[in-house]
């Protein structure tokens, strides 16, 4: 678990330092930031995306995730959360007036969830930023299983640095994605030893590519380019997983026809 601590505390200290620096620029200078955060998010998720090794998969998961979790709403459910941290830890907050994207570019807060504060969007994007990755995963299996934390570790170095840039742009909220951090990687880095002898190289590569079409929402948010409800397309990792598991059994199948 040490590795996950780490990566946690790293993203609360490049949280805080965001979000001092963003105190000292003016308004506009906090939308180049948004600006180039959006890019560089963009920039990462399409280089992740590419280590997908089957497109269909790929697409397939995403729609069929996307409907999934439109149906259960997991996009508004994590913000809910996200608001009841910000009640709890955070004060009331200043929410996003409708329309307005503001400094940080969040006007899909406004318009997917009614004037939703800044804090419960950043705790959402930040989640998913630093959740996903070939890193996160195969990080978690090396110091869960062989006590190695040398990819955590540069996974906290990175983390950090992005942290900066997002509390940057969108508050206070970045920290407390944190907490999805500790969860999800100490989950991961706990059940490592049960969990390793079924993850393969495909399965890893292809949810890094899933993943990177996450983080791609999250940059096309950022830009404004278009208002995307990312969390709804998480269950896609889900029936990733199941694709290729079920590989093996698609081959056979394609071999009768062949």
């Not at 439109?70 to 910000?86: C, N, T, V």
């Amino acid at each position: 678990m040490i590795g996950t601590i780490v990566n946690c505390v790293a993203v609360i200290a490049g949280s805080l330092a965001g979000i001092l620096f963003s105190r000292k620029v003016s308004k506009e200078l906090s939308g180049v930031i948004c600006s180039a955060a959006g890019i560089v998010t963009l920039v990462i998720g399409m280089q992740l995306a590419f280590k997908a090794q089957n497109i269909i998969y790929l697409a397939l998961s995403l729609i069929i995730g996307g409907i999934l979790g439109s149906w259960w709403d997991i996009d508004g459910k994590i913000l809910a959360f996200g608001r009841f941290l910000e009640r709890r830890f955070g004060g009331k907050g200043k929410p996003v007036a409708d329309g307005d994207s503001g400094a940080d570019g969040d006007s899909h807060a406004s318009n997917a969830e009614g004037g939703s504060s800044r804090f419960a969007y950043a705790f959402l994007n930040a989640s998913v930023l630093f959740c996903v990755g070939a890193m996160a995963i195969v990080g978690s299996f090396k110091a869960g299983t062989e006590g190695d934390y040398t990819l955590l570790y540069t996974k906290s170095v990175l983390d950090g640095f992005m942290s900066i840039v997002f509390a940057a742009a969108m508050g206070i909220g970045t920290i407390f994605s944190a907490l999805s951090l500790l969860v999800y990687q100490g989950l991961l880095t706990l059940a490592s030893g049960y969990v390793k002898p079924y993850v393969s190289e495909q399965m890893i590569a292809e949810l890094t590519g899933i993943g990177g079409a996450f983080i791609v929402m999250i940059g096309i948010n950022l830009l404004d380019l278009k208002k995307l409800k990312t969390a709804n397309y998480l269950p896609a990792m889900i029936v990733t997983v199941l694709f290729v598991l079920a590989d093996p059994f698609f081959a056979r199948f394609m071999a009768l026809f062949v």
